[in-house]
């Protein structure tokens, strides 16, 4: 059973940064996606960045391109979210989520329809 578990959420300042972590276990994820969305109260949870487990590919939303780095560390199992020059916007609960289908189907999903597994979330907040 692949377990993932968020850290490093918190409070910061307009133009602040922080740095999301997703430890995973259970499985080895040489085949999956792995990424991060965020969900904003009355909101739906949107896409905010993927990694391809395999080759380090990123992807990144168009909101958080140039602000925001994904990163995994193979040696770890862990996937990480740099995120600088935050803006109250950015402001959620953000959730790691992996997809174990990405390599059979050649994927790199944006849908959170698409991710099988889930963490429990890590509320960040972002004052002006």
């Known amino acids: 059973q692949v377990q993932l578990a968020e850290s490093g959420g918190g409070l910061v300042q307009a133009g602040g940064s922080l740095r999301l972590s997703c430890a995973a276990s259970g499985r080895t994820f040489s085949s999956y996606a792995m990424a991060w969305f965020r969900q904003a109260p009355g909101k739906e949870r949107e896409f905010v960045a993927a990694?391809?487990?395999?080759?380090?590919?990123?992807y990144y939303a168009d909101s958080v391109k140039g602000r925001f780095t994904i990163s995994r560390d193979n040696a770890k199992n862990t996937v990480y979210l740099q995120m600088n020059s935050l803006k109250p916007e950015d402001t959620a609960v953000y959730y790691c989520?992996?997809?174990?289908?990405?390599?059979?189907?050649?994927?790199?999903?944006?849908?959170?329809?698409?991710?099988?597994?889930w963490g429990q979330g890590t509320q960040v907040t972002v004052s002006s």
């Open positions: 990694v391809r487990w395999s080759d380090g590919n990123t």
């Open positions: 989520a992996a997809d174990p289908r990405s390599r059979v189907y050649s994927r790199i999903s944006y849908s959170f329809y698409d991710y099988e597994y």
